[in-house]
């Protein structure tokens, strides 16, 4: 295989791209009790006989209360992320109360009488039926399904049940039948980009996991760009050598693009977190290296970069563990407490999300925080060796139990990586105070600690330990493990191991005992 590619640090960078950061989630608070106030506006609608007129609108009727999903008990088994449907109240105007009076009196049930469209200014010339045509989805929030009751359904049509929340995500409802085919269990997981729900193929009888799309516009962009990446690396892989996800099937439903893949087990920090962050067994760790270095490399190979690997998009083939008696660390007379050790090590790199081709547009930032590599942050360009960086985080992150750098600022980070790595080179140093002079001081030394800085970032930063504190050499598999995880941690792309060379590293050539 030719060489990487090794992009000159002090290349070119778009700055003019912007990165939306996470929502942070609204807590709920106390309201006031609505005063209703009774209010008037003018629209147009259409009569029985098809014309155009002039109708008031009685604002006048409160809507319904709502249950709030934090106090509303589940009997369903899903998370509290499911709502139950909100239905908006009929809007009453002079011609709908006409037939509501004339309904009462002769005792006969009347049909609801559609919502007025929202009034414009009728152009010149223009008839009624090329007005009512372009106020059909009158805002592009009803486009993209979001802050509009009017809702997509199969071959075209419409429903007036919602089926998304106010930020686009779809409702997860029990036994749910989505593209007539697949039939909800129940809700695995919700990101930023949507969420991701367990449901039986009723055609094919078994069960698959299907990502549902938010209904917004740039999701549903990069869903699509997802799509591309999966067919091709099933095309390339179609016996799945490489341990990707594989995608089954995609469509879109009701303004959502849903894409189906295999069912799997947890992602590995869910394996993490609910064994206390207790570190992986060193077999287990050689074990998920190789594996995910592969699927780098085959990524690689293809052109493509991930951008975004981190325990989250690891997923475990199977979750099954046995729990099994270790001393409790430093605590000579403690109890031991219960560690739980994976039965087998398969896993799946998922999430192709935001990975990017080579030869394609490169966004300014790309990685979690925690997997960022300092060339993203100093904004100085990236390419292959930003995923080699992110695998020595997990890697040490595996052999730890925590994350290695838990920071949420560029310049702490930067300082972080300083404890753990040593100093930045002269010439990396050099590019990068070009590209972040605020980062930096004279004599191209970082600019740690700002007089802003807070104690307790102080005391973070102090408090990070070196690579040879994190893996001590306590024995020749521990001294590959070490060097392995120093060539992926360097700070000049240009000079980081690639994955494929990662490969070949002593460290894999080395037989790991059983052990805890």
Known sequence: MPQYPRPSITSAVNRNSKVLPTPPVATRKRKRGHQYTVSYSEVQEFDSDGRLREVIVIEDTPP??????????????YSASYQPPVYAAPIRTRARAAAEAQALSSSTSSTALPHPVPKKRKREGEDASLLLKRAAPSTQAAVNGVGSNLQWAPGGATTTEPCDDKEGHYIIKPDDIIHARYRTIRLLGQGTFGKVVEAVDMQEGRRVAIKIIRAIQKYRDASKIEVRVLNRLKERDPMNRHNCIHLLDWFDHRNHICLVSELLGMCVYDFLKENEFAPFPRGHIQSFARQLLGSVAFLHDLHLIHTDLKPENILLVHNDSKAIAVPTPGKRNSPPRMKRILE??????????????????????????????????LGLGWSYPCDAFSLGCILVEFYTGIALFQTHDNLEHLAMMEMVMGKMPERFARAGARSKPEYFKEGNKLDWPKPKATKQSKKEVRATRSLQEIIPQTDIINRHFLDLVRKLLIFDPAQRITVREALQHPYFSQSIPLEL
């Not at 319904?64 to 088994?77: F, I, L, M, R, V």
């Not at 087998?344 to 590599?373: K, M, N, P």
């Open 64 to 77: 319904p209360p709502t249950a709030s999903p934090a106090t509303t008990t589940h009997t369903t088994g």
């Open 344 to 377: 087998r090590t398969d896993i799946r790199l998922i999430d192709f999300g935001s990975a990017t081709f080579q030869e394609e547009y490169h966004s300014t930032v790309v990685s979690t925080r925690h997997y960022r590599a300092p060339e993203i942050i």
